[in-house]
């Protein structure tokens, strides 16, 4: 059986006198993952890919016993948003809602700042993020056609956790009504957020 060596194998699969145009992503993939299971993951990684971009990408491939660290979903590779004082940008992000989400996310809007004093707020990726100087943002909204989540950004440390999310310390509630977006469930879970850590 023949050495591994990465550098020839992608330089074939490139082709003579044209480096990397005949090498698609999915080839890319494959090879590092040949290496990875030969043992030579960081040649692989460093002859195949030659970015971080592309690492990332292959990420997923490596299982059966070889997992690598999975990012942190929704803040892995992001800078938080700039806090600040000013409501404006939120209330602007209220007027770009549907028509039938509006009363929803004011009276959510209502509710988390009536509940926790001395918020600060942003919006950034088309969502309004609360939070607090010591806490880092514990709050934030995400509406969609024809619900809202509540996402808590600690909510895996509540006494008791919203039903929905699974990755790390986020979890989450689908408010659909007027009605949800007043039990006092979702304001317990309102109160929780204002006295445990969030994305900090």
Known sequence: MRALN????????RG???????????????IAWRYYRSGQATAARD????SDALCHQAAP???????????????????????SA?????????RRQMPHLQPIVQALDESIRATIPGLHYAVKWKRPYYGLPELGWIIELAAYDVS???????G?????????GTTDRTRYIKVTTLDEAQRPELHKWIEEASRTPGWI
Request: glycine fraction near 12%; proline fraction near 13%; avoid cysteine.
């Open 156 to 164: 895996a440390d509540f006494d008791s956790p919203p039903p929905l």
């Open 86 to 94: 000013n409501h404006s940008d939120i209330d602007e992000w209220f």
């Open 47 to 50: 002859m195949v890919f030659g």
């Open 6 to 13: 990465p550098r020839a194998d992608v330089s074939t699969a």
């Open 61 to 83: 491939l490596v299982g059966e016993g070889h997992a690598m660290p999975k990012e942190i979903k929704g803040t892995a590779g992001r800078k938080p948003p700039q806090p």
């Open 16 to 30: 003579p006198g044209h480096p990397g145009s005949g090498l698609t992503v999915a080839l890319e993939r494959q």
């Open 148 to 154: 809202v989540n509540v996402v808590f950004l600690g």
